[in-house]
């Protein structure tokens, strides 16, 4: 009998691509999300992708009844993987009540479950973005975090905190938090990908619809930061390399192989690589010819962050293999399938 595995936010980007790494990982999955930033049609591709339909609740994990009803009606969920947030850096600096409503009040709510249920198992999705701009390139796990530089950031840093107290006074539960880098690309099969609604703040995304005629062109925010050629520089992990490691941290916790009951991973390439790199990379890889513009630095932007992924290379046993080379292919290819090009 397959293990279950609650994924919530499971209709979403990283969520969705983790779903198909687990049911090829031989798990069960139910999802669980409120589809305020996906469509319900990812559960579809899931399927065609893998061969097996997910479950799907639609729930709002910020509400405590809802959420309660949700265990209550899986009993036999062994762990969880939490993804279902708002993430929007910039959204979250107009609306800080719902980010922070939303964001905590989910991992509050599923936590309480844990506890009411004897589930032992949790990986969360948390972010680089706790490190704001680090002092020492690259970080560390050891490297202190800094104050956000936005609502959503924060909400990460307190999760953080929750799990942390919350795993001190239970040392039944077992919590890792994976600190991701920046996420980009598709699912090779181009069945799933990133669609952000609306206008994308994430840089490939917007590379990508511009290069499909969506937008005019892309605007460089800054090209005038202390970096080689003048532009921000980021750790793009490829989102396959990503799932894998949730895949991994998953098994860490149901096989009872973590060294505390509250650990966090950096999740990189442990490569920085510059804004104007990555728009010449997707230029040479896909043939497009991409217009762009330099305007002035986008506000709360860090200079710069790549990871160094010593420690969960190690001690995960995992690394990420894919290159920003076919990363981007890959973004463009689901690009052109969602709109038919
Ligand atoms: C990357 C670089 C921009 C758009 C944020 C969150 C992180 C995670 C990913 C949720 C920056 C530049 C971007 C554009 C540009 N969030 N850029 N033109 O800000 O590093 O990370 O999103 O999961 O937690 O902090 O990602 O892709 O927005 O920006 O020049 O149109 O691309 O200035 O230097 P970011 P991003």
């Not at 490939?204 to 003048?230: C, N």
Request: hydrophobic fraction near 40%; aromatic fraction near 8%.
């Amino acid at each position: 009998m397959s293990k279950k595995i609650l994924v919530t936010g499971g209709t979403g980007y990283i969520g969705s691509h983790t779903v198909v790494e687990l049911q090829n990982a031989g798990f069960e999955v139910v999802i669980a999300d409120n589809l305020s930033n996906s469509k319900i049609e990812v559960v579809d591709a899931i399927e065609k992708i893998t061969g097996q339909r997910p479950a799907f609740e639609k729930t709002d994990l910020s509400n405590a009844i809802e959420t309660r009803d949700l265990f209550d009606k899986h009993t036999d969920i062994v762990a969880i993987i939490h993804f279902a947030a708002f993430k929007a850096v910039g959204e979250s600096v107009q609306k800080p009540l719902e980010y922070y409503q939303n964001n905590l009040n989910s991992l509050i709510n599923i936590l309480d479950n844990m506890r009411r249920l004897q589930i032992a198992s949790l990986v969360f999705s948390s972010s680089c973005t706790v490190y704001g701009q680090p002092d020492h390139l690259p970080v560390t796990e050891q490297t202190p975090r800094k104050p956000a530089e936005s609502p959503y950031g924060n909400t990460k840093a307190i999760s953080e905190d929750v799990m942390r107290d919350f795993c001190q006074v239970n040392p039944e539960i077992n919590c890792i938090a994976l600190r991701y880098f920046n996420p980009i690309g598709a699912h090779p099969t181009a069945l799933i990908g990133e669609l952000p609604l609306g206008v994308p703040n994430n840089l490939v995304p917007f590379i990508t619809q511009t290069a499909a005629g969506l937008r005019k062109e892309l605007s460089i925010f800054g090209d005038d930061y202390d970096t080689p050629d003048g532009t921000a520089i980021r750790d793009y992990i490829n989102v396959v390399d990503l799932s894998e490691a949730h895949v991994v941290a998953i098994n860490r916790l149901i096989k009872k192989n973590q060294k505390a009951n509250y650990e966090f991973f950096n999740v990189g390439t442990g490569q920085g690589v510059s804004v104007m790199q990555l728009v010449k990379t997707f230029m040479e890889v896909t043939g497009v010819n991409l217009p762009y513009t330099i305007a002035p630095r986008r506000a709360g932007d860090i200079e710069k962050i790549w990871a160094d992924t010593t420690f969960s290379n190690k001690e995960l046993g995992w690394e990420a293999k894919k290159t920003v080379e076919e990363t981007l292919q890959s973004a463009w290819a689901w690009e052109k399938n969602v709109r038919g090009i």
